[in-house]
């Protein structure tokens, strides 16, 4: 899509006076009860995006936000197919408002919020020149030694640009520098620069 989803949502919320973020939201790991947009990578690739923003109904309703998600969806899947996304639920509770869309892959979520989301290998992450093994980092913040980084090739890894939370189904062994671990398969991303991508490696 020529202009990200959330980018779309800023500028509703421009209209209807309500300010959002993204980020992804992890079952079974603090992301569970957490006031920020989330993301959950799950064991067979697809994406759990939930997005949490500050909601007054005196300005608009949940209907009118769920109609502007389900055509900005139907528009996607006709274009990627029909498994690329769906919409899951929306609720709002305490002046905050959920949002759930569920996508086919993390290319599909890359491709429909316009950022970076990858999934796959060490060894093709390498190949493709987004990640440097020897600038990772252990949950104590020790930098790898040059064995262990030699043995990452067939792990798998996550590459992501949302500033917020990102849940992943695995044990997580090594991440970038700037990436706070909540626990062994959750990470925060919200120190990310503007523009900047970051990630974890998989112990897979």
């Known amino acids: 899509m020529k202009k990200s989803f959330v980018n779309n949502l800023a500028f509703a919320a421009v209209l209807m006076l309500i300010v959002m973020s ?11 009860n957490s006031d920020k947009s989330s993301i959950e990578i799950r064991k067979d690739g697809t994406v759990i995006s ?15 936000l769920k109609e502007m998600t ?3 969806i139907n528009a996607f899947v006709v274009s990627n197919g029909e498994d690329s996304a769906s919409f899951e ?3 709002s509770k305490d002046g905050k408002v959920r ?12 491709h429909f919020n316009d950022e970076m989301l990858l999934y796959e290998t ?3 992450a390498v190949i493709s020149g987004q990640i440097d093994v020897n600038s990772l980092v252990d949950k104590d913040g020790n930098t790898i030694e040059p064995d262990k980084a030699d043995s990452l090739s067939s792990q798998h890894v996550v590459i992501c640009a949302s500033k917020g939370l990102v849940s992943v189904p695995y044990k997580i062994r090594y991440a970038s520098k700037n990436i706070k671990l909540i626990d062994k398969k959750t990470a925060d991303f919200s120190g990310l620069a503007d523009d900047a991508s970051a990630c974890l490696v998989l112990d897979k």
């Not at 993204?22 to 569970?32: F, H, I, V």
């Not at 997005?51 to 209907?63: C, G």
């Not at 949002?99 to 890359?110: H, T």
């Open 89 to 91: 639920s929306i609720d």
């Open 99 to 110: 949002l759930v869309i569920k996508f086919g892959s993390a290319s599909d979520y890359a």
């Open 22 to 32: 993204l980020t992804a939201c992890g079952k079974n790991s603090d992301a569970d």
């Open 70 to 72: 389900e055509n900005e």
């Open 50 to 64: 939930t997005i949490v923003a500050d909601f007054a109904e005196s300005y608009y309703s949940t209907d009118e």
């Open 122 to 124: 060490v060894s093709d």
